[in-house]
């Protein structure tokens, strides 16, 4: 379905400013009997709003097709990273709105419950997820961590308000995955009290740029915010941005803290910032675009040179963010010989696309040349344990300038 008006505001003035030719769902590691059976694959474009200055894909994958067509894969339990953060997140929010064991956190997007988990060992509040995986659910559920299996949507209301309305409305990396973001915040407006709060984290779109971290963008990924559009959607609900922060998680992202009060200093501060960074300007794009294809002619050198020299290359990290790079790389199995993850939802499978096998992190050894880190946020952390490897660690990114 291409989008032929802007998700948040309705125009129809969308420029197409990002174009990463087609891809499969990302999130979709394949079994071996799934390599013999046609892979879709759709335009991975996105568009710039010229009245709102948002930013999402022109062409919208079914959520049911994205979440619950497949066994989603993704598990912040896996990942050492996301459990510190989330641990220092709840820590944080409990702080700011007070939470007590009297008080029910829900949390839009809930995953594995990790989130959830660590909001109850801070305040013994109560807690609810809601996740539209079933697969990650019943993982959520198996811990202890109520779950509804549904998308965030109106039909929730009934189901959460047996309990009680919510002290802290949480969401994780998730508005940004949401078809319709308006929908997504239509429940706020029946489950929210006049003391409530609803937070929610997604990657920054500033930092997406400056980064250029097109590797970050794929068919889950919906969505792509600056502060500028944000505040304009809260504020059509009511919702002033009572508070945010800027946070290194997931190469760059914000935390919004949206209720009734002052708004934030830092809300006009930051969109200056994206104003004079030329954010909600095509030509900002033209000239990511530009370092996009900087990106893949230098690391498919690299790796083709490699291979001409007789080198065995692996990759560590079977990252959704991965995916989205080996595809528009064209990197598949003839360059790379096997990705390794600490995932079981991914060990034995093969990635969307390029078909490249995934083992553990002990198929890791003396006899890899080269070594291709897929999640480069985690680059410093992966050479650091990895270091007794022999090898060439090689970031896609390195050299690359990424000023506006």
């Given amino acids: 379905m291409i989008a032929v008006v802007c998700r948040l505001c309705g125009s129809t003035k969308l420029e197409t400013v990002i174009d990463l030719g087609f891809h499969p769902i990302a999130d979709t590691f394949l079994l071996a009997e799934h390599l013999n059976q046609p892979e879709l694959t759709y335009p991975l474009r996105a568009a710039l709003c010229a009245e709102c200055g948002y930013v999402g894909l022109e062409y919208l994958v079914p959520a049911e097709t994205r979440y619950q067509g497949i066994d989603y894969s993704y598990t912040s339990a896996n990942s050492a990273v996301s459990i510190r953060h989330f641990a220092e997140v709840a820590q944080e929010v409990c702080e700011f709105a007070d939470v007590t064991s009297d008080d029910l956190v829900i949390d839009a997007g809930s995953n594995d419950g990790t989130l959830l988990k660590a909001f109850h060992e801070k305040s013994g509040c109560s807690i609810l997820g809601i996740d539209p995986a079933p697969n990650i659910a019943e993982l959520a559920i198996a811990d202890g961590v109520p779950t509804i299996v549904d998308f965030f949507c109106a039909a929730i209301v009934p189901e959460v308000l047996k309990l009680k309305k919510p002290k802290v409305i949480f969401s994780a990396n998730a508005l940004n995955h949401a078809s319709d973001p308006r929908g997504f915040l239509e429940p ?24 250029t971290a097109f590797d970050t963008m794929y068919l889950e990924h919906v969505s792509y915010y600056g502060v500028k559009p944000l505040k304009k959607l809260l504020e059509s609900f009511g919702l002033t941005i009572v508070r945010i922060e800027w946070t290194d998680y997931m190469l760059g992202s914000i935390r919004v803290y949206a209720g009734n009060g002052a708004e934030d200093s830092r809300v006009s501060e930051m969109i200056s910032v994206e104003e004079v960074a030329g954010l909600y300007s095509a030509q900002a794009y033209s000239e990511f675009m530009q370092r996009v294809h900087h990106v893949r002619l230098s690391l498919c050198k690299k790796l083709y040179d490699a291979k001409a020299q007789g080198k065995r290359i692996a990759a560590i990290g079977a990252a959704t963010k991965g995916n989205t790079l080996l595809n528009f790389c064209k990197l598949d199995s003839a360059v790379i010989d096997f990705i390794t993850d600490v995932s079981p939802l991914k060990l034995g499978k093969f990635t969307p696309g390029s078909h490249i096998f995934i083992k553990s992190d002990d198929a890791l050894d003396d006899k890899i040349d080269v070594a291709l880190i897929l999640p480069r946020n985690l680059a410093g952390a992966l050479n650091k344990k990895l270091q007794h490897l022999e090898c060439i660690f090689v970031v896609s990114h390195e050299g690359i300038d990424s000023s506006l």
């Fill in 188 to 211: 706020l407006k029946s489950l929210m009290n006049q003391d409530s709060i609803f937070v929610f984290e997604v990657p920054y779109l500033l930092n997406f740029v400056e980064k």
